[in-house]
């Protein structure tokens, strides 16, 4: 049984406003990118965020974080000189 099994989803669910309510307010202008945090964390899925440097990528990613029990992020930095077997190894 995963963990997420061990949780009623209807509570689940009722948290989900206030998950978002919380993240909102420690952001500015990012009502549009927390939909897709919760929807990535429910479907147990990864999130690939693009942007130019110093967008607050992975500070945001952080601060979603803090508003989850338990929550970490793993993070890769991808600039021009990182290789393909870096990112995703030997395939």
């Known amino acids: 049984m995963s963990q997420i099994d061990s949780y009623d989803s209807g509570e689940i669910i009722a948290r989900i406003p206030f998950l978002l ?6 952001q500015i ?12 964390l429910f479907a147990n899925k990864h999130i690939f965020l693009l942007g130019p440097p110093g967008v607050s990528k992975t500070g945001t990613l952080g601060i979603f974080a803090t508003c989850i029990d338990d ?10 000189d ?10």
């Open 29 to 40: 202008e990012r009502e549009n990118l927390s939909p897709l945090l919760v929807l990535s």
């Open 71 to 80: 929550g970490n992020i793993f993070e890769v930095c991808v600039k021009d």
């Open 82 to 91: 990182k290789k393909y077997e870096e990112i995703f190894g030997d395939t």
């Open 21 to 26: 309510e919380e993240f909102n307010n420690k």
